[in-house]
Every structure is written in C-alpha cells, then in structure tokens.
C-alpha cells in the first residue's frame, strides 16, 4: 500500500486520519502512537546508536562519500541512520505512521533529510518548557515533526513532555506545571507540530535515553484528502476553547486550500462553542469579519 519513490525520497499511501482527527491535530498539535516499531528495529537501532552495529547503507547520496556518512553518524545528528534499509522500512516508512503523515501532509511526502540525537544519561531534573528554534506560530503546516523513542521509555525516564495546544502562540510556563508525557514502550512515536512547547521530562530511573527528532515535508499544496465523514460539520466541529478555536479553524481551513477564506466574528462566534448550548455557534464562515492574529502582536488576537 505504500509507494516509495528511492529517486527524490517521497512516498503516497491511503490517509488514515479522518475529519474529526485532522481537527484534532489542529487544536492539540499532537498524536502519540505507542510501541508501533519492531522489537528487531528498536534493538537494531539502539546498536546502530550505540556504534555496536556497522553501517550498511542502501546507496551514498550523490555528492557524498563513505566517509561523510561516517562524520555525520559520529554527529549529535546522525542523518546517515535514515539510509539503514531496516530504518528506512520500519521508522522512517512506518505503516502507521505514513497514514497520520499523508493525511496531514497530502501526496508525495518528502522523508526527513536530518536526525537530531537526544541522548540523555539518566536521571536528570526536567528541561526548561521552550519553543524548539526556527519555529513558525501560523495555519501552514508545511512539515510535521517525530520523536523516536528506541527503548522503554516509561515516565521515569523522562519522556519528552508536551503542552497540548501551544503550538499556536508563544506560550510562557512555570517549570512546576506539568504536561503531557509522550511515554510509552519501545518503538513509541510521537507526532507534532513544531512550534508545540515541550521539555525533556525529569527522569528518576538510571539509564540511556535514546530519542531522535525529525521533520516530514510537504511538497503538494493542501487539500481536503483525507477520510471524509459525512456526519461531520464544520459547524460543530470541536475547534477549541476561548483563544484557542480561531486558531485551530484557520489551520484547519489552510488544510482544506482555503486559508485565504477564514474569517470569525470573535467572541461566542463560530468556531468558538460550548457544550451547553442550545443550537450551533452563530456567525458559521462569514464573508466578512476577522482573521487570527499569529504574530502574537495584537492584544485582542486579531488581524483586520
Ligand atoms: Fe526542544
């Protein structure tokens, strides 16, 4: 089911995620999918880490020797990992995995070209909650990023730890409140936005913790190709709570192609709801009203 293009390292297969989950992502900017890797896989890739493996790339990229691949396995960012033809299989075109991505990032998704390493010797005190660098605060979602945890990653072991919808602004946090912890067994993969806040979780239990952190691509522009559900209505879709819905409706609309349309009258307009009302949102799509404000530098959260 799934058609891997070697050439420019791409791949198309049926979507997985559904309306309500494509919303999902768009307000929480999360998915955790728990122990989906191969035992064999997640010991071959802790060897792999662990220099107790040798390489055996499928092919050196054009442009690059053996010994680049070396230099860059012995790295903080050991790329080279991704040319593993059981990495390939296993992580990188994981079955689960590549439904979540298609579904989010449409056809022809361009692999991850670079691997951040995060070794940690355990136990250690949490990190500081932050905005990974580079991040972009906006409806595109152009990349997707993962977190491969190789072994056991139990909470005592410090997880990476993740604050459910602040992918959408800049989101300051007292390092005392906690998150959502992305702990699961071996060959857990934890999918989301970028711009998410998130630390290495404080680890009680000693050991190596192994992760690695890539980026999928978009190279198609977005449309609504996904699974469709006909009982689902824009309408009452479930976009969020207050300083949260227009944001997660905007990115939802930019995923549909229609990012350019997304307007909101603020306030209990659509998309902002609440469980107890007693018909839908008013002000359902206007033509006319206010867009998010991403730039974080309007006190109401509105552009014009
Ligand atoms: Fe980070």
């Known amino acids: 089911m799934i058609d891997y293009n070697a050439e420019d390292r791409t791949f198309d297969c049926p979507p997985s995620l ?11 900017g999360y998915l955790l999918l728990r122990g989906i890797v191969p035992d064999e896989t997640n010991r071959r890739t802790l060897d792999w880490l662990n220099g107790e ?33 059981w990495f390939l299989r296993d992580v990188l075109l994981n079955e689960q995995l590549v439904g979540v991505m298609r579904s989010l990032l449409g056809r022809s998704v361009q692999l991850p070209v670079l691997a951040s390493h995060h070794g940690t010797q355990c136990p250690q005190p949490a990190q500081g909650w932050h905005h990974d660098a580079d991040r972009v605060f906006g409806p595109e979602l152009n ?22 919808g602040t992918h959408m602004r800049h989101t300051p946090r007292r390092a005392e409140e906690g998150g959502l912890f992305s702990d699961g067994p071996a060959g857990t993969l934890g999918i989301h936005h970028q711009s998410i806040l998130h630390r290495r979780g404080a680890s009680t239990a000693s050991g190596m913790r192994h992760m690695l952190k890539y980026n999928y691509w978009r190279t198609k522009p977005p449309q609504r190709d996904w699974i469709h559900q006909c009982e689902f209505d824009e309408r009452t879709a479930h976009f969020g709570g207050h300083e949260q819905a227009r944001y997660a409706a905007h990115m939802y609309y930019w995923l549909c192609g229609r990012g350019d349309a997304f307007r ?22 206007p033509s006319a009203g206010y867009r998010p404000d991403w730039s974080g530098s309007r006190p109401d959260g509105y552009a014009p």
């Not at 909470?155 to 459910?164: C, W």
């Not at 009302?277 to 359902?284: A, Y």
């Open 143 to 164: 990349f997707v990023e993962v977190f491969y945890f190789p072994q056991d990653t139990p909470i005592e072991l410090g997880p990476t730890e993740l604050v459910p």
């Open 53 to 85: 493996r040798p390489a055996e790339p499928v092919a050196i990229p054009p442009g690059m020797t053996a010994d680049d691949l070396q230099r860059i396995r012995d790295s903080h960012e050991p790329s080279s990992i991704f040319l593993e033809e």
């Open 18 to 28: 559904n309306d309500e989950q494509v919303v999902d992502f768009c307000r929480d």
């Open 264 to 285: 909101t009258h603020g306030g209990q307009a659509w998309p902002w709801r609440s469980a107890n009302q007693i018909g839908p949102s008013p002000g359902f799509a």
